[in-house]
């Protein structure tokens, strides 16, 4: 038996089991790119619905909720308003995501009508409370600036 038998004998017994490795290590790749692409997808659906909750909300705070607070007496929103506010912002997400968009979500969460419109009003409810927040630190005294030093003169003169 010369080389060429025997590298040949040692081929046919080892290249079923490489065969094997491949498709094995084919599957894996296969596996990973299939939860990256849906990863990438839920990621992408998750930030549209929150860039349409944050514009619902700002566009609802800047035309209503700032007209119902002036209107007011005391400045504040009654249970009913703010029910009323919340509906219109959950409404304004639905239609920001449109038909397909709505679909698109509740399949990826895996949330029907009713839980679906319960998730989009606490999403609100948190855009809300965020919102609040920058107010509250764009709106408080912001720390003192230092004093601007004045420019030096480049050289001196006489007095």
Do not use: C
């Not at 929103?77 to 995501?97: C, F, M, P, Q, T």
């Not at 990826?108 to 855009?127: C, I, N, R, T, W």
């Amino acid at each position: 038996m010369d080389f060429t038998d025997v590298a040949l004998t040692a081929l046919q017994v080892v290249s079923p089991v490489l065969v094997a490795a491949l498709t094995w290590a084919a599957a894996k790749l296969a596996t990973f790119i299939r939860s990256k692409v849906d990863n990438e997808y839920l990621r992408g659906v998750l930030v549209r619905l929150d860039d349409a909750v944050v514009t619902a909300v700002k566009d609802l705070q800047q035309t209503v909720v700032a007209e119902i607070k002036a209107a007011s007496a005391d400045g504040k929103i009654s249970e009913a308003e703010k029910r009323r506010i919340k509906d219109a912002a959950v409404a304004n997400v639905r239609s920001y995501l449109g038909a397909k968009g709505i679909r698109v979500l509740a399949e990826v969460l895996g949330l029907s009508g009713g839980a679906l419109d319960s998730f989009l009003g606490s999403k609100v409810e948190a855009a809300v409370h965020d919102l609040r927040l920058t107010e509250r630190a764009v709106s408080a005294d912001p720390a003192p600036k230092p004093a601007a030093e004045s420019p030096r003169p480049l050289a001196s003169t006489p007095a």
